[in-house]
């Protein structure tokens, strides 16, 4: 914005010139980090959505691949026991995720920094004491 008649060449008129544009870069900078920000909040959405569909499918490739293992082992017994065997592989799956499961669960139990605490203890005996 080109400085008022009043503003004059002086000291004054050259602040408020400068105020003027600095305001003006300000609103600039404002609307690119709005545009910004909406972009990649786009992005986002539609990255979570494929996710989602990604997520949605999975199961149901994961249910043709295990029919097709039974398929394939149908070929050579009959079909009730091709199924059978896949049904008891996968609970043998489930039994052993769960054992891991519940272990990992056991090491975490409970969440609190057990070597932090006892580094924290020492620090403030070795400050209480006068040593460094």
Not at 77 to 104: C, E, H, M, R, S
């Amino acid at each position: 914005m080109p400085a008022r008649a009043d503003d004059g060449p002086g000291l004054g008129g050259a602040a408020r010139l400068v105020a003027e544009r600095a305001r003006s870069i300000v609103r600039l900078e404002i609307q690119l980090a709005v545009t910004e920000v909406r972009q990649k909040v786009a992005s986002l959405g539609i990255g979570v959505a494929m996710l989602v569909g990604a997520g949605l499918l999975l199961p149901v490739a994961v249910g043709f691949a295990l029919a097709a293992v039974a398929a394939a082992i149908a070929t050579a017994l009959p079909t009730w026991l091709a199924l059978l065997i896949v049904t008891g592989v996968l609970f043998l799956l489930v039994g052993l995720l769960v054992a891991l499961g519940i272990g990992a669960i056991r090491r975490g139990a409970p969440p609190v920094p057990e070597q932090a605490i006892r580094e924290a203890k020492l620090t403030v005996e070795a400050v209480k004491n006068g040593r460094h």
